[in-house]
């Protein structure tokens, strides 16, 4: 399975924390788990296979991890794990390091080395996504990335906010992916993380070239997917966003075997499609449909959606109106 979704709601009422930690235990690494809601344990995880990587989301309540010593020693996956808190708070013990983390923020944790990890959920729940990464497909030297473990990192930078953006998105997408886009998907996880990494130890430079420029693109498919709405959006704009030439920008896309003009075309009309199918804009005029999404022309969007999609908006709208 590429994707594996567990529910402890699944379960009878007595065995939802067993069944929890069992399943956390084989997706994660294996440790101890206690928590003060282990009679009734409702939470949620998704793994998604990735690749060589492997992205995890998880919703519990409060709880209390451990992996000791002796564990490590009985089973070691050599993992870094790069851990996103999206909800409440987190903290975590590794190597005489501690964090508290709150919701925004990243740390990242060794699965060589005993850890402990406490979620505080509150009346709410913690919610984590995680990608696993193992050490030996880091480019980055072991013991300057053990610096950083258990300590809070920030994910308002640039590159932490592609980060994010980027494991939220595969979390909550990835059932609804193919195989081999995960894989590639899967390494483009190992570039961002170690760019974050890099970033945190002002080791850029250390990174290879192949993967900063696919760190790269996607620092540029954001940027686009940001100001798809805006008439101004083009080649030009996007390179001098990017601190890049036009010809390099360019090169970049005819590697992802795409163009510039091309790809904003796309991504336009599938946030025009979307909108037509909304029937909370049935009232808006197709045409500013259009150029709510930079296609203020109307010849040039009916013609470009028909292309498309083989009919024109108001077609593809007077069907979804008619559907279920």
Same mark, same amino acid.
């Given at each position: 399975?590429?994707?594996?979704?567990?529910?402890?709601?699944?379960?009878?009422?007595?065995?939802?924390?067993?069944?929890?930690?069992?399943? %956390?235990?084989?997706?994660?690494?294996?440790?101890?788990?206690?928590?003060?809601?282990?009679?009734?344990?409702? *939470?949620?995880?998704?793994?998604?296979?990735?690749?060589?990587?492997?992205?995890?989301?998880?919703?519990?309540?409060?709880?209390?991890?451990?992996?000791?010593?002796?564990?490590?020693?009985?089973?070691?996956?050599?993992?870094?794990?790069? %851990?996103?808190?999206?909800?409440?708070?987190?903290?975590?013990?590794?190597?005489?390091?501690? *964090?508290?983390?709150?919701?925004?923020? /990243?740390?990242?944790?060794?699965?060589?080395?005993?850890?402990?990890?406490?979620?505080?959920?509150?009346?709410?729940?913690?919610?984590?996504?995680?990608?696993?990464?193992?050490? #030996?497909?880091?480019?980055?030297?072991?013991?300057?990335?053990?610096?950083?473990?258990?300590? #809070?990192?920030?994910?308002?930078?640039? =590159?932490?906010?592609?980060?994010?953006?980027? /494991?939220?998105?595969?979390?909550?997408?990835?059932?609804?992916?193919?195989?081999?886009?995960?894989?590639?998907?899967?390494?483009?996880? %190992?570039?961002? %993380?170690?760019?974050?990494?890099?970033?945190?130890?002002?080791?850029?430079?250390?990174?290879?070239?192949?993967?900063?420029?696919?760190?790269? &693109?996607?620092?540029?498919?954001?940027? =686009?997917?940001?100001? &798809?709405?805006?008439?101004?959006? *083009?080649?030009?704009?996007?390179? +001098?966003?990017?601190? =890049?030439? /036009?010809?390099?920008?360019?090169?970049?896309?005819?590697?992802?075997?795409?163009?510039?003009?091309?790809?904003?075309?796309?991504?336009?009309?599938?946030?025009?499609?979307?909108?037509?199918? +909304?029937?909370?804009?049935?009232?808006?005029?197709?045409?500013? =449909?259009?150029?709510?999404?930079?296609? #203020?022309?109307?010849?040039?969007?009916?013609?470009?959606?028909?292309? *498309?999609?083989?009919?024109?908006?108001?077609?593809?709208?007077?069907?979804?109106?008619?559907?279920?």
């Amino acid at each position: 399975m590429v994707v594996t979704e567990f529910r402890t709601d699944d379960l009878p009422v007595a065995d939802r924390f067993a069944g929890w930690c069992e399943v %956390v235990s084989q997706g994660l690494a294996p440790h101890i788990t206690t928590s003060d809601d282990a009679a009734d344990f409702r *939470a949620e995880l998704r793994v998604i296979k990735s690749g060589l990587t492997q992205v995890s989301f998880l919703s519990c309540p409060s709880l209390h991890s451990r992996r000791t010593l002796q564990l490590v020693r009985k089973s070691d996956p050599e993992l870094y794990q790069v %851990v996103v808190c999206m909800r409440q708070k987190t903290a975590l013990s590794q190597r005489r390091s501690y *964090a508290l983390v709150a919701p925004g923020d /990243l740390f990242v944790y060794d699965t060589s080395h005993p850890y402990e990890a406490w979620g505080f959920a509150g009346d709410e729940r913690v919610e984590l996504t995680v990608v696993h990464v193992p050490r #030996a497909a880091l480019p980055l030297p072991a013991n300057r990335v053990d610096g950083l473990l258990a300590r #809070a990192l920030s994910g308002s930078s640039a =590159i932490g906010s592609i980060l994010r953006s980027f /494991l939220t998105s595969l979390a909550n997408r990835g059932p609804a992916l193919r195989a081999p886009d995960l894989a590639r998907l899967g390494s483009t996880a %190992v570039d961002l %993380v170690t760019a974050y990494l890099a970033h945190n130890l002002d080791m850029s430079r250390a990174v290879p070239a192949e993967s900063r420029d696919r760190v790269l &693109l996607v620092a540029i498919y954001a940027f =686009i997917e940001k100001h &798809l709405s805006e008439d101004y959006l *083009a080649p030009q704009v996007i390179a +001098d966003a990017n601190y =890049i030439s /036009l010809r390099y920008l360019h090169r970049l896309f005819e590697r992802d075997g795409r163009t510039v003009a091309g790809w904003i075309r796309t991504r336009r009309l599938e946030r025009c499609r979307r909108d037509l199918e +909304d029937p909370g804009l049935y009232h808006h005029p197709v045409c500013k =449909i259009g150029a709510r999404w930079g296609m #203020a022309n109307a010849s040039d969007f009916n013609r470009s959606f028909r292309t *498309a999609y083989g009919v024109p908006p108001g077609e593809w709208r007077r069907v979804a109106q008619r559907s279920p």
